[in-house]
């Protein structure tokens, strides 16, 4: 089923190569509200930017009062798909986060990140059973040049079917390992 014409509205008001990251906030908050409504005991919670994160939204259910992340966001522009070091930069944030995750108790046995290069996403999945994340870390080469957040992560825009199809997977499997814990 395609997006709700409200949040197809939200993305088309979005000058596809602005260098302003800001633009994409509202859209990307509108599709998580649809997907995670507060009236079912979801937080949408922005993180503001700081000088080692980008923006981003990090998504929790109340169980058990308390808090218990199950998605994240990172939100960039689209002209960072093209460049080398900002992709780098933006997996590395991604890891960073999925750290402090780790760090504390997850209740549910995987935790999603999504890196969103404007429409672009990579789904980022962290398995707490065995401490793996997924994509692995491309490590730099000592001789040769090495692109290590080669741009293919970023291969589904969520306005594409395939893009809206995957996002729509890592939703209802978040909500089955939910439902799980609220039982």
């Known amino acids: 089923m395609p997006w709700s014409e409200h949040v197809i509205l939200q993305f088309e008001f979005v000058n596809k190569f602005t260098t302003d990251d800001n633009e ?51 939100i960039k522009n689209y002209i960072a798909h093209d460049d080398a070091v900002t992709r780098e930069q933006a997996d590395e944030q991604m890891r960073l986060k999925f750290l402090d995750f780790a760090e504390g108790s997850m209740p549910i046995p995987k935790l999603y990140g999504i890196s969103a290069l404007g429409t ?10 065995d401490h793996t994340l997924t994509p692995a870390r491309i490590l730099p080469h000592p001789s040769f040049v090495t692109d290590i957040a080669p741009k293919e992560r970023w291969n589904l825009d969520i306005m594409e079917p395939e893009g809206e199809t995957r996002l729509k997977e890592v939703v209802s499997h978040i909500k089955e390992m939910i439902s799980e814990l609220l039982d």
């Open 24 to 74: 994409y906030y509202a859209p990307f908050c509108v599709l998580l509200a649809e997907f995670f409504p507060p009236t079912e005991g979801y937080q949408i919670s922005p993180i503001p930017r700081t000088q080692a994160f980008p923006f981003m939204y990090v998504i929790t259910i109340i169980a058990a009062r308390r808090q218990v992340p199950i998605l994240f966001v990172e």
């Open 120 to 129: 672009q996403i990579c789904v980022y999945e962290y398995t707490a059973e």
